[in-house]
């Protein structure tokens, strides 16, 4: 094995496109769902989120590694994403501080990588043929034999994933004036420091949580978080949200915690042609005529479908290079979701607001039962 480790690697798509360059990371052979994130800067934040779990990433942007990693940079205690894909990658790590190298990095959570990949070229066939399945190995170069194991790789579509990110148990946090319910689905590390920052007390529960545990609380707030994989094979946590919304407590959803208090409403959700990923996606706020750019990762979305007819929906925020739903609120409730990341990290600060506006609504639901 090269001890530099720059062996030959190979990216096969399904669609039977090649892409070959050298290996960085782990040495392995990996599969399933190819993304890209348009990002120029956060990749250890990438990485690390969990809505990212058991994706092959492509990074849009030239150079990757350049200012290491930092253990206060994360989103999780580990790389969620299963394989990397880069056109430039650097070993060295060039910042002050307790910094090491993203190739440590990567090799310590065994994410298999490629670099010298014309990641232009790669991300525009993304973008114009749609999300599929892709193999990189960096073991085995024979394309007959990966492309027997990638037609074994599963389809994104119908796949559960929060289970495999999700808190085992429950644990608390903070001691804030405000009880959170926080059910993880696969929950990023700031959106719970966005939480504490507001003078919350969070419970995190385990994504599928029974409405009596969750209740028994006593909650001033619930948050849904985001997450990765299909929302629609959730369906037990869709009943749970359905019932919780029946308790008139203020809920925010997430990225994924947003689908699914939608299809507990009666709405549905389709998979995206090649999704939304990077930090600068503008959205536009219906409610006060403002647009904000925003932090997006999902590859699902909710359907315009069933929205005119459902007199309980009010659509609040429209992402505004598709027109795609980035934002909804219950009409007569303190509950609201959106599309995105208000957590922002990586990504501008624009959407922060949504925490604030989530307390606001905390704070006029508890003096409405004094």
């Given amino acids: ?82 394989g990397l894909i880069v056109k430039k990658f650097s070993k060295q790590a060039s910042r002050y501080g307790e910094v090491d190298s993203l190739q440590n990095y990567l090799k310590r959570d065994n994410v298999v990588g490629i670099q010298d990949v014309d990641t232009r070229a790669l991300v525009i066939h993304v973008r114009e043929n749609g999300a599929q ?17 990638l037609d074994k790789s599963p389809s ?6 929060a289970s495999k990110v999700s808190t085992e148990s429950s644990y608390t946090l903070g001691n804030g004036t405000h009880k959170i319910a926080l059910i993880d689905f696969g929950v990023k590390n700031n959106i719970i420091s966005c939480l504490l920052d507001r003078n919350c007390i969070i419970k995190v529960f385990p994504y599928n949580t029974s409405f009596e545990e969750i209740l028994r ?18 369906t037990e946590c869709i009943e749970t949200v359905k019932e919780l919304v029946n308790t008139d407590i203020p809920i925010f959803g997430i990225c994924l915690g947003h689908q699914i208090l939608c299809l507990s409403q009666g709405l549905k959700t389709e998979k995206m042609y090649n999704g939304h990923r990077g930090i600068n996606h503008p959205v536009k706020n219906l409610k006060t005529g403002k647009c904000e750019i925003t932090s ?75």
């Fill in 1 to 82: 094995m090269d001890i530099n480790n720059t062996q030959r690697a190979v990216i096969l798509l399904q669609d039977g496109t090649i892409f070959y360059g050298k290996s960085c990371g782990a040495i392995g052979t990996i599969s399933g769902e190819i993304a890209f994130n348009t990002g120029m800067t956060g990749y250890q934040e990438i990485f690390t989120d969990p809505s990212y779990f058991g994706q092959i990433l492509i990074m849009a942007t030239s150079h990757i590694g350049n200012y290491g990693v930092h253990h206060e940079e994360i989103e999780s205690q580990q790389c969620k994403i299963k």
């Fill in 156 to 161: 994104m579509l119908g796949t559960e994933l």
């Fill in 217 to 234: 609380w006593s909650p001033d707030g619930i948050m849904l978080s985001n997450g990765p994989g299909d929302p629609e094979p959730l």
């Fill in 296 to 370: 997006q990762n999902h590859g699902f979305v909710v359907s315009h479908e069933g929205v005119k007819d459902n007199s309980n929906v009010e659509i609040t925020h429209r992402h505004l290079n598709d027109n795609t739903i980035a934002g909804i609120t219950l009409k007569n409730k303190h509950i609201s979701s959106v599309q995105y990341h208000p957590e922002s990290s990586p990504g501008p600060h624009d959407s922060r607001y949504l925490f604030d506006d989530f307390l606001a609504n905390i704070k006029t639901y508890k003096k409405q039962l004094i």
């Fill in 133 to 149: 399945n892709a193999i990189i190995s960096s073991e085995n170069t024979n394309i007959d034999e990966l492309k027997k194991l």
